[in-house]
């Protein structure tokens, strides 16, 4: 049963839509915290030590933290091997007459398909950069994630590296939701109009906070 709904586009679709609204879910999250840096280095280093402790004392010290990331590495992986498989489906669906033609997919569906290229390096990058420090720019600290993201974002290539991956996730959301919506069958045509308007909404407000740190930096507000 389940490889038969794993196996049909449909399931595919289904499950693209469903680990992307837990994708979403995180980075509503994220960039609400994200948004803390505003108030200041003990209050933001203090977040990201709750974020550790969440749990406790149920749960032992980053237990809680290690489900969210097993969640959101399962969900990007079903993500990625979803889209990968669609992606080929539709290029075997092509009628032969585009063989000798250059047949070109959608701007939205290259947009959706550049956009998470773009973004699984982006994760990739980030977690070097803010999670392990491998990648970092200034000397790394764990546990002081607020002088961290300032060290970032004092340099160019790390604001060119943050922007054009916050833009990426805007462009993202705003086709992926409307997307995922259709799959899940919750449009209708009265509430097309509407679920297109909130994806642009949560498009925006995503995109409009996570540059907010970026730009914080960039205009010494937050220093
Ligand atoms: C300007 C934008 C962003 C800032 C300032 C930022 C900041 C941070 C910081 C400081 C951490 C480390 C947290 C800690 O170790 O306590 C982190 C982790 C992370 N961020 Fe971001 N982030 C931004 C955008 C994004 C975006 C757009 C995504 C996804 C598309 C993302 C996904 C993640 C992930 C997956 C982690 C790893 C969490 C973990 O397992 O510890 N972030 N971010």
């Given at each position: 049963?389940?490889?038969?709904?794993?196996?049909?586009?449909?399931?595919?679709?289904?499950?693209?839509?469903?680990?992307?609204?837990?994708?979403?879910?995180?980075?509503?999250a994220?960039?609400?915290?994200?948004?803390?840096?505003?108030?200041?280095?003990?209050e933001?280093?203090?977040y990201?030590?709750?974020?550790?402790?969440?749990?406790?004392?149920?749960?032992?010290y980053?237990?809680?933290l290690?489900?969210?990331?097993?969640?959101?590495?399962?969900?990007?992986?079903?993500?990625?091997?979803?889209?990968?498989?669609?992606?080929?489906?539709?290029?075997?669906a092509?009628p032969?007459k585009?063989?000798?033609?250059?047949?070109?997919?959608?701007?939205?569906?290259?947009?959706?398909?550049?956009?998470g290229?773009?973004?699984?390096?982006?994760?990739?990058?980030?977690?070097?950069?803010?999670t392990?420090?491998?990648?970092?720019s200034?000397?790394?600290?764990?546990?002081?994630?607020?002088?961290?993201?300032?060290?970032?974002f004092?340099?160019?290539?790390?604001?060119?590296?943050?922007?054009?991956?916050?833009?990426a996730?805007?462009?993202h959301?705003?086709?992926?939701?409307?997307?995922?919506?259709?799959?899940?069958?919750?449009?209708?045509?009265t509430?097309d109009?509407a679920?297109k308007?909130?994806a642009?909404?949560?498009?925006?407000?995503?995109?409009?906070?996570?540059?907010?740190?970026?730009?914080?930096?960039m205009?010494?507000?937050?220093?």
């Amino acid at each position: 049963m389940a490889r038969t709904v794993w196996n049909s586009t449909v399931g595919k679709k289904t499950v693209m839509a469903v680990s992307g609204l837990i994708m979403l879910l995180y980075l509503v999250a994220h960039m609400l915290g994200n948004l803390k840096i505003y108030f200041g280095a003990p209050e933001f280093n203090e977040y990201a030590h709750w974020l550790r402790t969440m749990g406790e004392p149920l749960l032992h010290y980053e237990w809680a933290l290690w489900v969210v990331r097993v969640v959101l590495v399962v969900a990007v992986v079903a993500h990625a091997v979803s889209a990968y498989q669609l992606s080929r489906r539709d290029i075997k669906a092509r009628p032969s007459k585009y063989v000798h033609k250059k047949a070109r997919a959608s701007y939205a569906t290259r947009t959706m398909r550049w956009g998470g290229i773009i973004l699984a390096l982006f994760i990739v990058w980030h977690i070097l950069d803010l999670t392990t420090g491998h990648v970092h720019s200034g000397g790394f600290e764990e546990g002081k994630p607020y002088q961290n993201v300032v060290d970032t974002f004092s340099t160019w290539y790390g604001n060119v590296i943050y922007i054009v991956a916050v833009l990426a996730v805007g462009l993202h959301i705003r086709h992926g939701f409307w997307s995922a919506a259709q799959t899940l069958g919750v449009g209708s045509r009265t509430r097309d109009r509407a679920l297109k308007a909130l994806a642009n909404v949560l498009a925006l407000l995503l995109t409009i906070g996570f540059l907010a740190v970026p730009v914080g930096v960039m205009t010494g507000v937050v220093s």
